[in-house]
């Protein structure tokens, strides 16, 4: 038999169902339009990032 993949939220990560996210995404929405009354242009970044950057150990620039 194969051994199967489990299915599970990630430490630290949750579900948002629609009860919940359709309210979140409207305060959100407010909230860019507000922002962007501002001149503030949206960006995105990753979810996920490696260890080593969140703790400071990333490579450093060898311009110097």
């Given at each position: ?25 409207h305060?959100?929405e ?35």
């Amino acid at each position: 038999m194969a051994n199967l993949i489990e299915p599970r939220t990630l430490k630290g990560f949750r579900d948002y169902l629609p009860e919940l996210m359709i309210p979140r995404e409207h305060i959100l929405e407010q909230a860019r339009k507000v922002y962007r009354s501002y001149g503030f242009a949206p960006i995105d970044t990753p979810a996920l990032e490696y260890t080593e950057i969140l703790m400071g150990k990333g490579a450093r620039s060898r311009t110097s």
